[in-house]
């Protein structure tokens, strides 16, 4: 093809060029304009985090240099993250009954006394509060001897028990909004999940844990519903 040719064709095809290149740029500037968003929203979930404290759970043992035994546990709360302000913490301990028979399911039971004292520090970062509690560990350990034990469990089949707390953190963050986060010992938890076992503090009566026998947890298993 001669040029002068491919002048005359590209001047009788000038319109449809001009139209063809204004709806490149047109879909080029919508490309632009979603990837802008995307950025925008990234940067605003980074600055939205930054808002937020970050908590989590740690237990520790104790050691009694008279017994040589891990006597006592007891559990803090930490915020590694931006200030929290106005906390409130409500920690509840329960026992995870698995009777180990095919067609039931484990067995929660709400239990008083593990972590009683509750010791918070006012602070909006670091060490937020700690929980103890006499000689817990000691009445856990207890517990689960006797358990073991034939003679106090009077024949019945053995079962495994697991003690754990829920702990519920309300506080505000920086823009001044409420927040709630759960955790079961040292794992974050959904709130469905956590409100279903703090229920069972208002709908049974927990066992205290320094009396607490094979019979009186059994008893309160057989009270309870499948979890």
């Known amino acids: 093809m001669s040029h002068q040719k491919i002048r005359l064709w590209l001047e009788q095809n000038k ?14 500037g919508i490309f632009v304009a979603y990837a802008s968003y995307h950025v925008s929203e990234a940067q605003l979930e980074v600055s939205r985090i930054a808002t937020e404290p970050h908590f989590y759970v740690e237990k520790l043992l104790f050691r009694n240099p008279e017994t040589e035994k891990f006597d006592e546990e007891e559990l803090y709360l930490h915020n590694a993250g931006a200030p929290a302000h106005n906390i409130s913490v409500k920690l509840r301990s329960f026992i995870k009954v698995d009777l180990f028979d095919a067609s039931s399911k484990p067995i929660i039971v709400p239990v008083l006394g593990y972590f009683p004292s509750q010791f918070p520090t006012n602070a909006p970062t670091g060490l937020i509060a700690t929980f103890r509690g006499h000689l817990n560990n000691q009445l856990a350990a207890e517990l689960h001897f ?30 001044g909004e ?9 794992n974050q938890i ?11 503090y208002e ?8 009396t607490i026998t094979v019979d009186s947890l059994m008893a309160a298993a057989n009270e309870q519903k499948p979890f």
């Open 190 to 200: 959904s709130p469905e999940a956590a409100q279903h076992l703090l229920s069972l």
């Open 203 to 210: 709908d049974k009566m927990p066992l205290e844990l320094s």
């Open 15 to 28: 319109v449809f060029f001009e139209i063809f290149s204004s709806v490149l740029l047109g879909i080029a």
């Open 178 to 186: 409420d927040r709630k986060v759960y955790f079961r010992d040292a």
């Open 146 to 175: 006797s358990i073991l034990d034939p003679e106090k469990r009077k024949g019945r089949p053995f079962f495994d028990h697991t003690l754990f707390s829920v702990v519920e953190v309300a506080y505000q963050n920086a823009l």
